[in-house]
């Protein structure tokens, strides 16, 4: 499939990470080769940022970095770790607060702490101005209730990963939000090809969450941008247009979002 003169945007990937540290350079360069002109990262905690930031300053204008608190780690110390996130929000801009949200998967052990650190970086991207990008597995619902709970017209951003119903689908685009579509629309039974058919493409944004996820004929292998173009074919076989109309509407969405 030929995309080399598609200009795509990566709008979630954790490129920073472990994974990427030993052939970090070549990902990016295979990336940009299939069309890929930028990569947003999104925060996971403090142990990483110095990773992430460094990533950015070594491309910059091509590597945007988020800043926020991810779920999973919203532990004990949970009000430790918001306190660099708000010290490098009021220090510097940032392409968004993410990823934030719920993740009720593993442990709910943490969930009041979680909504708490949810709805404070809510507070931080409205004081900033600044779109969320949201983790919602196994909560969707819970945070569409978050977002409508927050919303004063000025919230907007991303449901990152989305893989849940119609009417799900549709309550986040109600309150003017974009769905990250990545690697799970491929999965054979995932029944989100089924859900996008009825949702515009007007608010779709593509992603890869990489290293995680890899879209078919890679899952299980350490997903990368570069693949970010499977994902495109299979939305042009949903929507019945062309893969450079996947690549222009998607891309036009995520600069909205990002203001870039």
């Not at 004929?217 to 042009?236: D, I, T, W």
Request: one cysteine or more; hydrophobic letters at 40%.
């Amino acid at each position: 499939m030929e995309l080399r003169r598609m200009m795509l945007i990566d709008s979630h990937c954790h490129l920073y990470v472990e994974e990427f540290r030993d052939d970090i350079s070549t990902v990016i360069s295979e990336a940009r080769g299939a069309g890929v002109e930028a990569f947003y990262l999104p925060a996971i905690d403090s142990t990483e940022h110095e990773a992430m930031l460094g990533l950015e300053a070594a491309y910059p204008g091509v590597c945007h970095a988020m800043m926020g608190l991810h779920p999973c780690y919203v532990k004990e110390n949970w009000e430790e770790e918001l306190q660099p996130v708000a010290d490098w929000l009021a220090r510097r801009s940032f392409a968004a607060v993410g990823e934030i949200g719920l993740d009720f998967y593993w442990d709910r052990t943490f969930e009041t702490a979680q909504y708490e650190a949810f709805r404070r970086q809510v507070q931080m991207a409205k004081q900033y101005a600044l779109p969320i990008v949201i983790h919602s597995r196994n909560s969707i619902q819970e945070c569409i209730n978050i977002v409508k709970e927050q919303q004063d017209g000025s919230l907007g951003g991303i449901f990152h990963c989305f893989s849940g119903s119609y009417e799900l689908a549709r309550e986040v685009v109600k309150q003017g939000f974009y769905l990250g579509i990545g690697g799970v629309v491929t999965y054979k039974n995932a029944g989100l090809p089924e859900v996008l058919a009825k949702i515009p493409l007007e608010h779709i944004v593509l992603e890869t969450d990489a290293p995680y996820l890899s879209p078919v004929p890679f899952r299980g292998k350490r997903n990368q941008p570069a693949y970010l173009v499977h994902v495109v074919e299979k939305l042009a076989d949903i929507y019945r247009v062309s893969p450079d109309e996947i690549a222009e509407v998607t891309s036009a969405n995520a600069r909205k979002i990002f203001k870039s």
